[in-house]
Each structure stands twice: as structure tokens, then as C-alpha cells.
């Protein structure tokens, strides 16, 4: 039989080190939290994009929409733009989620919408990805990026914000008309807003 004696002080630096090599049980536990609240955050938003079809999307608001939760569509809050785009700018409630998408589905025939990249850290979501729409009355074409910022908590969205290419949005209803601008004291005035076909 071998008997070994270790000093106390030997003891406490191994002690020592082992606490501080080996991971701590709560740590551990909280990274797979953590993990667990990303992966729940990113199922809520795409099962709700996964339904925002016009026959799909208020039942999917109701379900995956907190009562308060906060829609900002393309801008907080842009006069100009809404009277082209009624959905644009702030506002509150799954009907606010549903509506938006309701009448996207009535300015525009989607001819796609792809998700390129999904991540998720926590309570937060961000989508990036790109969409063709077709504007119903007129027929321009236009293909836009688009990124989404959601938040996620107890299981429902509490804010959703989606960007897009608002330039390009708008100008698929435009039927006449361009502009004069001038961007720099440099540059010359020019028009813009002449409409190639596709």
C-alpha cells in the first residue's frame, strides 16, 4: 500500500487549477439555456413567415404575436412613403403583422422570396434574404434584399422590424414622372426615374 502526502498548499493549488480548467456545472447550464432560447426564438419566426400567406397569416399573428408587440415596416415613420406603401412605419398588435403582409399580397403578385441567412442569439433573430414581387396594376418587376430584426420572448414575437429596398418598392407603381436631383455641390443635376423594361 503507497501512501501519499500532499502539503495544504499543493492541495489548494490543485484545487486551484482544476476549477479553473474544468467548466462549472451553471455555466455549462446556462450556455445550453442560451442555446435552447436561440433555436426557440428562430422556430417563432419562421413558423411565422412560414405562414404569412394571405389564408395563413392572421391565424399565425394570433398565434406567435404578443397583444403589444411592435411592427416597424420599412421606415418608423415616413408620411411620404405610407401614402404609396399604407403599411409602412410603426405600429402595435398582431394585426399590424397580419395586415402588413394582407396587403403586400394585394400590391403585389410574389414571385419569390428566399431566405439566405438565419441567426439567432437569446431573444433575438435576424433573417436576411432576398424577394421578386410583381406590382398587380402596373406589372413592374423588382428584386430586393431584405433583412428582419425580431424579438422573441415567452414564445411570441414582441417586435419584428423588416427592411427593404423602398426605392425599388415604390418605383414599381410609378406609371410617369421622374425627378431633378442634386446629391453634391460637385455634381451636376440630373433626372432619375425613367423605367427600363425587364
Known sequence: MI?????????????????????????AARTTNSQDQSAASLAVVMDFLSNTAPDKVEAAAARLVAPDAVYVSLSF?????????????????????????LRVAEYWTIEDFTITDKLASGEDVAIFGKFTYRSVEVGHVFTSPFSIHAKVHEGKMTYFQFMEDTYASARSFRQSGSWTVKTTKATPAFEVGELRSK
Open 3 to 27: 501512501i501519499l502526502k500532499f502539503s495544504k498548499a499543493a492541495l489548494l493549488s490543485a484545487l486551484v487549477i482544476s476549477a479553473s480548467v474544468l467548466p462549472s456545472a451553471p455555466a
Open 77 to 101: 415613420d415616413n408620411p411620404e412613403l405610407k401614402k404609396i406603401e399604407p403599411w409602412t412605419g410603426t405600429a402595435t398588435g398582431p394585426n399590424a403583422y397580419s395586415s402588413t403582409f
